[in-house]
C-alpha cells in the first residue's frame, strides 16, 4: 500500500530517485503513465495488470471507452530502476505532466502519482472543512 508525500527533484536527465520506502512495494520493473488531473501514475506491474483487466473489458464500440482505453495505454511505458533506485521519466510523460525539476511523489494506495510541485499545492489547497466533512459522507467515508 502506498501511502505519504515526498519531495523530490528530476535531474538534467529526466531521472527521479524513487524514495527507499517506496522502492520494495513498487518493484524494479513498473509502469508509468499519464493520471488524471495533470499528474503520472506508477504502477507495480501486479496493479497494472489490473488495470489492464478493466480496460479490456471495456466495449470499443462506446466512444468514451476508446477515449479511456488510449489515454492510459497510449501513455503507458515500461520503466525500470538502476542501481541508485532512480526512474527515467520519459520526456513526454513529463511534458503531459509539466514536470521540470521540483515533484511531489504522492502515495495512493495502489499506485504512486507524480505530480509537479506547484501543480501539487494548487491540486491539494484544502478550503472548508465542514464541504469536505459532507464530501465524505456523501462517499460513504467515515474516518
Known amino acids: 500500500m502506498f501511502i505519504g508525500e515526498y519531495r523530490h527533484s528530476i535531474d538534467e536527465k529526466g531521472r527521479l530517485i524513487v524514495p527507499a520506502k517506496l522502492r ?3 518493484g524494479r520493473e513498473f509502469i508509468a503513465t499519464k493520471g488524471l488531473d495533470k499528474c503520472l501514475y506508477l504502477y507495480p506491474m501486479d496493479e497494472w495488470k489490473n488495470v489492464e483487466d478493466q480496460l479490456r473489458e471495456k466495449v470499443m464500440t462506446d466512444p468514451d471507452s476508446r477515449r479511456i482505453v488510449r489515454f492510459f495505454l ?3 511505458v515500461p520503466c ?3 542501481k541508485q533506485g532512480r526512474v527515467l521519466l520519459p520526456a513526454q510523460l513529463r511534458e503531459y505532466a509539466d514536470i521540470d525539476r521540483d515533484v511531489v511523489l504522492a502515495g495512493m494506495l495502489t499506485r504512486l502519482e507524480i505530480w509537479d510541485e506547484k501543480s501539487w499545492a494548487d491540486a491539494n489547497t484544502v478550503g472548508d472543512m465542514d464541504e469536505m466533512a459532507r464530501a465524505m459522507a456523501d462517499m460513504g467515508i467515515a474516518i
Request: net charge negative.
Open 74 to 76: 497510449a501513455g503507458a
Open 80 to 82: 525500470e530502476l538502476d
Open 24 to 26: 520494495d512495494q513498487l
